[in-house]
């Protein structure tokens, strides 16, 4: 025996697969809204002085991207501490701020580890770096 649809089954079948549509559309858009990882950190120091002029170069230029702060710890006596709170902001490649350290004299060259926060189109991101001062 043949079963009759009426057509206000369709239209509530169909309600319900517009919004299906339109999520599954919206979600590759936040997908790809993520944070843009600091591909590398540089930093350059001069003897007598408590900075550290550190370069951070990010990837997918283009957004802006703010550095809000680093902190790490190494150097040449592996005690030196190194720290940034600001906002160093960049639509390209690469931004440079000054970093505070711990001590003015050659220990602040070598190897540091730490942690940098950044805000990419204003999502908060952190993560683990190594870098190098020389």
Not at 43 to 70: D, E, F, K, M, Y
Not at 110 to 122: D, E
Request: with cysteine; charged share 5%; proline share 2%.
């Amino acid at each position: 025996m043949p079963r009759n649809i009426s057509r206000r089954s369709v239209a509530t079948g169909a309600a319900w697969a517009v919004p299906v549509v339109a999520v599954g559309a919206a979600a590759p858009a936040l997908a790809a809204s993520g944070c843009t990882a600091v591909t590398s950190l540089s930093g350059t120091h001069t003897n007598g002085s408590r900075t550290v002029s550190i370069t951070a170069v990010v990837a997918g230029g283009g957004a802006q991207v703010c550095i809000t702060s680093l902190n790490a710890i190494g150097g040449g006596n592996g005690g030196v501490t190194l720290s940034y709170g600001g906002t160093a902001c960049t639509t390209t490649s690469s931004v440079t701020f000054s970093a505070t350290t711990s001590d003015n004299g050659n220990n602040n060259k070598g190897t540091f580890r730490g942690t940098i926060t950044y805000l990419v189109g204003g999502t908060s991101c952190s993560q683990q770096v190594t870098f190098t001062v020389r």
